[in-house]
């Protein structure tokens, strides 16, 4: 098979410090300006997650270089392979090993990466599916699994979703639901009731429900899938059933943890950490495997929109105001160019 041509140079959105300040620059780049890689993939999604909000909006600590292309996952075709693993055409999608906050990431039309990085696009989705999960639901899909791994079932009672109206909440209880899990769901947005059991929660409850009183509280969760950190997590972990399996994915609520040993010594509830980004390769391509089966797009349409590359530093300040539910696919592709006075060409 020929390898597909790729234009002279190619749009991407772009994070660049100076004595100005820190911003985000829509740039037209060629090849030579992205980074090392053994493999050329034509991105055509990638999506907004928190972490994206954060980096795109200059916030310190995510991103590690300057200039840098934020978008901590993709999807697309690959256009050319050195490693022979993968061929052009190939469907193929990327989320962590440091994309987006390392290496340059998804928010750009193509990207040139490691091909141990990539997991094949399962067979009968696409790339709008793949970035309709993206990192959230991967995420999401390791801590149901994690749940699993611990022994927690649909008949052990209450499962506990907290930060349950953002990306990985939302398909925790969408997964956890179609699994047969009694979701209790937890949000600081009230005005998402609907939108959750919709989802297929069974309960709702409000964010100040879960603060940290003591040690051990009342019983009452057979798992928690933990999007928030800090007190939440507390407070879950206390109520947590005995042997049951809290999986901690998130610490948007902060990333300290005011809790004892109590819980994991006296009722021998496990702490599972989440980590989406250096997940190894077989368990990645499983957890993909089973979203393809168990989250296929029609379960996704009602809860997620698809915006256009230059929408990114408006959706990136929403996001962090907590205005964005659900899942946001930035379509690399769709028409909606930037500003003229916003696109800068390649010094």
């Known amino acids: 098979m020929s390898t597909p041509t790729v234009p002279a140079t190619f749009r991407a959105l772009r994070m660049v410090k100076d004595d100005a300040g820190i911003r985000p620059e829509f740039q037209q780049l060629t090849l030579d300006d992205l980074g090392a890689g053994d493999t050329l993939v034509r991105v055509q999604c990638s999506s907004l997650n928190y972490k994206d909000g954060l980096a795109v909006m200059g916030r310190p600590g995510v991103l590690r270089r300057y200039p840098i292309i934020p978008g901590i996952d993709l999807a697309g075709e690959v256009i050319s392979s050195e490693s022979g693993e993968y061929q052009p055409g190939d469907g193929v999608i990327l989320t962590g090993w440091g994309i987006g906050e390392k290496v340059d990431g998804g928010y750009s039309e193509f990207a040139r990466v490691p091909a141990a990085s990539l997991v094949p696009l399962p067979a009968g989705t696409d790339a709008v599916w793949a970035m309709s999960v993206g990192t959230a639901g991967f995420t999401a899909m390791l801590a149901v699994m994690a749940l699993e791994d611990g022994g927690v079932s649909p008949t052990d009672g209450e499962?506990?979703?907290?930060?349950?109206?953002?990306?990985?909440?939302?398909?925790?209880?969408?997964?956890?639901?179609?699994?047969?899990?009694?979701?209790?769901?937890?949000?600081?947005?009230?005005?998402?009731?609907?939108?959750?059991?919709?989802?297929?929660?069974?309960?709702?409850?409000?964010?100040?429900?879960?603060?940290?009183?003591?040690?051990?509280?009342?019983?009452?969760?057979?798992?928690?899938?933990?999007?928030?950190?800090?007190?939440?997590?507390?407070?879950?972990?206390?109520?947590?059933?005995?042997?049951?399996?809290?999986?901690?994915?998130?610490?948007?609520?902060?990333?300290?943890?005011?809790?004892?040993?109590?819980?994991?010594?006296?009722?021998?509830?496990?702490?599972?950490?989440?980590?989406?980004?250096?997940?190894?390769?077989?368990?990645?391509?499983?957890?993909?495997?089973?979203?393809?089966?168990?989250?296929?797009?029609?379960?996704?349409?009602?809860?997620?929109?698809?915006?256009?590359?230059?929408?990114?530093?408006?959706?990136?300040?929403?996001?962090?105001?907590?205005?964005?539910?659900?899942?946001?696919?930035i379509d690399v592709a769709l028409e909606g160019a930037a500003p003229e006075e916003a696109v800068r060409e390649r010094s």
């Open 159 to 329: 499962v506990l979703v907290t930060g349950a109206a953002g990306g990985v909440g939302s398909t925790a209880v969408r997964l956890l639901a179609e699994a047969g899990f009694s979701v209790t769901a937890s949000t600081g947005r009230p005005q998402e009731s609907d939108y959750l059991r919709g989802l297929g929660a069974a309960n709702i409850i409000g964010r100040d429900e879960l603060t940290p009183s003591r040690p051990l509280d009342k019983e009452r969760w057979a798992g928690v899938v933990d999007t928030v950190g800090s007190g939440t997590l507390a407070a879950a972990i206390a109520a947590t059933r005995t042997h049951g399996v809290v999986a901690a994915c998130g610490n948007a609520g902060g990333t300290d943890l005011p809790t004892t040993v109590f819980p994991f010594i006296l009722r021998g509830v496990t702490l599972a950490g989440i980590d989406s980004n250096t997940c190894p390769a077989p368990r990645r391509r499983a957890a993909w495997d089973r979203l393809a089966r168990d989250l296929p797009a029609s379960a996704l349409a009602d809860v997620t929109q698809r915006r256009p590359l230059s929408d990114v530093p408006e959706l990136a300040a929403q996001i962090l105001a907590g205005q964005v539910r659900g899942r946001t696919v």
